[in-house]
Nanobody, 116 residues
């Protein structure tokens, strides 16, 4: 499975961005997808996840501002980010996983920079 993330960029505080992550390869092995982020000097943290039955989870810091969703083909995941804050700055990484321990896949990341 290969993951290709896109959509990052520079935005002012209060603005919006939409990230996309497209999966290719053996996508039938994917059961859930998620977005993580790593800010400057910070540890990687889970931002949002969505499973095969569309159950979503969000980090407290982004609840009410970010929305994770899957495309109609189920091999693409989106992260709509509204009311962005400078503390949302970081590299956003797409993750997908399946039932087996080896089914853990990561994309290359896309940089989001929010200016104050």
């Amino acid at each position: 499975v290969q993951l290709q993330a896109s959509g990052g960029g520079l935005v002012q505080a209060g603005g919006s961005l939409r990230l996309s992550c497209a999966a290719s390869g053996s996508t039938d092995r994917i059961k859930a997808m998620a977005w993580y982020r790593q800010g400057p000097g910070k540890q990687r943290e889970l931002v949002a996840s969505i499973n095969s039955v569309e159950i979503t989870e969000y980090a407290d810091a982004v609840k009410g501002r970010f929305t994770i969703s899957r495309g109609s083909a189920k091999n693409t995941v989106y992260l709509q980010m509204n009311n962005l804050k400078p503390e949302d700055t970081g590299v956003y990484l797409c993750n997908a996983w399946g039932l087996k321990i080896d089914d853990d896949y990561w994309g290359q990341g896309t940089l989001v920079t929010v200016s104050s």
